[in-house]
């Protein structure tokens, strides 16, 4: 097992430093330079150079790069050309922020795709999958910022029920109660906006599980159709999740985007978004690598999971 686990590290080690190499390409590349932001055209072009020099952009391209790779291992992601905030510093602020919103909402919408993607795949063809499933393919149709205005403008304006900026109230920032009224809205459009997909992958899984030789057997020796889908279906069933519950790491830093811009929640969604308005490039640089690595390690999360649940994986893998 822990040759197995060690292996894998060791090939992802180089899809980290391909990412990195890439998202530091990308920026380069782009036609707006980091230097642009901040110098003005009647400036002396001493001094424009004596703020390349200061920010290092003075340097070649790959000197540049290494500077950027030893200052992220060491823990400092640089600074912000706009702010001069630490990034790192404004990082360790948001992420928690982004977290508290999107993994309730992704495990929430987790559990209630399983119950009702096993309810629609074991009534294939009935009406009750009909509803389901349709109503899944209109979730998936819709946009996240269509749904989050709907309800912005359904229970924060028309009915006054829930607020709908930011994380407190002006001069509640310690309230608990506040924080979880301020949750309900955008929770609540991830939440939709995660469950279609879900519902969909399970009702499948559940579709094919239920037609396997193993199925009739149990039928055959008189199993009942509970005993059958909780006792061996829904095994099977929740082993490929795994791979879809490793995918959605990188959700957890940049997966709210739209709802964060929609309801000003001060998390990496709003964060990214500034940055790039702003031509904030050591920003985008930091977070276009935390969220590609992720799917690096939500990959290599899966693969040791699935190692763990399944042993013949291990065995493939070796």
Known sequence: MLKYIFKRIL???????????????????APYDAVDTMTTPNMSEKT???????????????????YWVKG??????????????????????????????????????????????????????????????????FGIAIPSFWMAMI???????RLNIFPILGMHTIGNEDSFSDLMIHLVLPCTVLTLSFMPELVRYV??????QLSEDYVMVQQAYGASSGWIMFKHVLRNVLLPIITIVGMSL????????VTETVFGWPGIGT??????????????MAIMLLSSSLVILGNLASDILYSIVDPRIKGMGE
């Not at 309810?119 to 999958?129: C, E, Q, V």
């Open 271 to 284: 964060y990214f978004i500034k940055a790039i308005q702003g031509f904030d490039y050591p920003i985008v």
């Open 250 to 257: 990188p959700m957890l830093v940049t997966g709210t985007v």
């Open 203 to 208: 009702r499948s899984s559940t579709i094919g």
């Open 48 to 66: 424009v150079e004596l703020i390349k020099a200061r920010y290092g952009l003075d340097k070649p391209a790959y000197v540049q790069y290494f």
């Open 11 to 29: 090939q992802a080690i180089p899809l980290l430093i391909i990412i990195s190499i890439i998202c530091f390409g990308l920026i380069q590349l």
């Open 151 to 157: 309800l912005v403008f359904l229970f924060g304006h």
């Open 72 to 137: 992220i291992l060491s823990g400092e992601w640089g600074y912000s050309i706009v702010t001069h905030e630490s990034i790192s510093k404004d990082l360790s602020a948001r992420i928690p922020n982004t977290i508290m919103l999107v993994l309730p909402a992704y495990i929430l919408a987790l559990i209630l795709s399983i119950i009702l993607g096993l309810f629609a795949g074991s009534k294939k063809g009935k009406l009750a999958d009909k509803i389901v499933d349709g109503l899944s393919s």
